[in-house]
């Protein structure tokens, strides 16, 4: 059984800071997910990264891809209160579909105005 | 596109009842799942669907059926409610691609009593 493991579990920071979540697994993954689901709501999509090493952004947020893809990080640069939600991550395998997904239980980020 | 819609939003059911939880997706994704989430279990998948008439059980598929006769739909069943089924249920879609990428309902809060 493959495992994701994200770190913090909690995060609580001011407006303007600037933070990094991890998510991490013994295992090679094809493809990783990171969502963003707020209460109430279903998670959706960020970015999906698929080569060791690769770093994507979005606006504020910089995705990185571990260069054995077994890891991957996502940095926030000067965090604004509508960033506020749990972040998941997701291990995909290739050719897969939703029983090739592995989930970690998710980074609850609360940004304080 | 509405994407993936699911009804109800909210329910409260005894113990025993049954009930179908609805979803439907307008995005002509082949692939359907069913998840449910709970506090510090993160995401669990119940059942999936590659294509209309076949189905597979998740992780956590004991207590529910699912059927995938439209392309289109793909309730959830609930037989006999138990308090262990009380959650919030997520239907997702597929993207038929290599990487899974999951596109999310808004979610139905279910609570057993």
């Known amino acids: 059984t493959q495992l994701l493991e994200q770190s913090p579990q909690f995060l609580s920071i001011q407006e303007g800071e600037n933070l990094t979540v991890y998510c991490n697994s013994s295992?090679?993954?094809?493809?990783l997910q990171w969502y963003r689901q707020e209460p109430g709501e279903g998670p959706v999509l960020l970015v999906t990264?698929?080569?060791?090493?690769e770093v994507k952004k979005l606006k504020r947020l910089t995705f990185q891809f571990g260069d054995a893809r077994k890891d991957s990080s996502l940095h926030i640069t000067a965090a604004q209160t509508g960033d506020t939600g749990l972040y998941l991550c997701?291990?995909?395998?290739?050719?897969?579909?939703?029983?090739?997904?592995?989930f970690g239980k998710g980074t609850h980020l609360i940004i304080q105005p | 596109n509405a994407g993936v819609t699911q009804t109800p939003k909210f329910q409260v059911l005894k113990t025993g009842q049954s009930m179908t939880l609805q979803c439907a997706q307008d995005?002509?994704?082949?692939?359907m799942s069913w998840y449910r989430q709970d506090p510090g279990m993160g995401l669990r998948l119940i059942h999936y669907s590659v294509g209309a008439g076949i189905t597979d059980q998740g992780e956590v598929p004991n207590g529910y059926n699912v059927s995938r006769s439209t392309t289109e739909d793909f309730p959830l069943r609930l037989l006999s409610a138990a308090p262990s089924q009380t959650s919030v249920y997520f239907c997702a879609s597929t993207k038929t691609s290599a990487f899974n990428e999951q596109f999310f309902g808004p979610g139905t809060r279910l609570t057993v009593l």
């Open positions: 990264v698929v080569t060791g090493g």
């Open positions: 995005m002509n994704h082949e692939y």
């Open positions: 295992s090679v993954f094809s493809s």
């Open positions: 997701a291990g995909g395998e290739s050719g897969g579909g939703a029983d090739g997904l592995t």
